[in-house]
């Protein structure tokens, strides 16, 4: 293991740790990046050490006695105490939550604003540096480090606590733990073209952060759901553009490029789900996604199933954008007339999909002026280029038709 | 142990039904009797609408009093609470319980410093 993998595998647990015996993110991560700098050469005299994450935080720690016992004021000696203590304790196991798990909770805690959630996630968590978040996100440096401190400031200041939440709380605040790793994923994957791979990142960073949830949360179906739709979602990214960085819908993509091994982990979460009984949204879009996995071709796909997950999906996360989706699968089942109806009772005319989807739907019906209608206002309301493009040449296409 | 404000806005010149009103303050008085005896009752109290506000602001030796509130809006601080907590958490419990007494008003929560 290099020193890189060992910072990313291990920089989460390591700030997680020191935070709990500092109380202070601040001091936690500067002396966490110390230990990781006196590694480099270190590690590179000596070899790597046995248990790699073990040298970082004892080093850490360490590193962080010797900054408070030069600062000596009264709450520096109370923190030093308390580091000396964790350094004698017994390393914490079973029962105990992983002091990661604390600091997830911490930088997902609804006090703060969403983009504050998702940066310091995958700031504390990943280890990634600000300046990269800020690429991935399209950000400004400065905006983006100034977020963090923000976040950070009131985490301390309006006590924010590090702590698995009480019971009455918990359900909501791991939902809103999956909302952040799923925008993470989703932020990489829906604009994920082009020649900028720091987004591809975000993907394998979310999926991380996903197998991690499902280890630190082995009881919450939910994060083997979320896990499973982020990998049988990024299965299909080989397939998913074309020679020239253009989108290729699910429809056409050529199934032999999807990623065979991120399919076969993808559908045994899902099994994993099933046998546990306790759907959730999560879940439902992931046996979704398993369905689409499981056909050799589009024309193979089990669409009645495909319906009848969207019906479950309904009953336990419904809204209109469902409904949209859940009326795609129906019109491949009972015809576009079908599906056509269904769409048009929606109120969704501020989305592109909508658009998009009517379109597709009155030119498989023959109505191809509707349908160029139809394709103008999803570009209108489409949000990137690729999307525009690929919109652009189906609306081109229907002249030939 | 921290200490929070939690802020009450209200929406100025809105009075509700008086059995709407008295239903609230029951409920606040039993969630103030509950918070003594859980100890994390510092404060509470309610204001005269914003309009009988009075705001001074000194420069240079001079003093500018206008009559009203100092930001305007049509909705105002009318009450607050001090509450003593653990933390952010402890300090939501009793705000989404005043929160929930006087629905749909929100409840501000700000750390008290030091």
Known sequence: MNLEDVYRAEYGRAVAVLNRALGDLDLAEEAVQEAFAAAVTAWERAGPPPSPAGWIITTARNRAIDRLRREATREARHAEAALLHARDAPPEEGAVPDDRLRLIFTCCHPALAVPAQVALTLRLLGGLTTPEIARAFLTGEATMAQRIVRAKAKIRLAGIPYRVPHEADLPARVRAVLTVVYLIFNEGYVAGSGPDLTREDLCAEAIRLGRLLVELMPDEPEALGLLALMLLTASRRPARTGPGGELVPLAEQDRSRWDAALIAEGQDLVRRCLRRGRPGPYQIQAAMAAVHSDAPAAAATDWIQVVRLYDQLMTVAPSPVVELNRAVAVAEVAGPAAGLALVDALDLADRHLFHAIRADLLRRLGRAAEAAAAYDEAIAWAGNDAERAFLARRRAGLAAE | ?114
Not at chain 2, 9 to 22: M, N, R, S
Not at chain 2, 56 to 80: A, N, W
Request: proline fraction near 6%; glycine fraction near 12%; hydrophobic fraction near 45%.
């Open chain 2, 1 to 114: 142990m921290n200490q929070y404000l939690l802020s009450v806005y209200q929406p100025d010149g809105e009075i509700p039904e008086q059995a709407v009103l008295d239903r609230a303050m029951a409920d606040l008085g039993r969630i103030a009797q509950e918070a003594q005896a859980a100890g994390a009752w510092v404060f509470t109290h309610g204001l005269h609408p914003a309009d009988t506000a009075t705001v001074v602001t000194v420069r240079g030796g001079d003093e500018l009093i206008t009559d009203g509130p100092y930001l305007e809006g049509k909705e105002h601080v009318g009450g607050f609470w001090v509450i003593r907590a653990e933390d952010l958490d402890g300090a939501l419990v009793w705000a989404r319980k005043i929160g929930a007494a006087l629905s749909p008003l929100p409840i501000e929560i700000r750390p008290i410093a030091g």
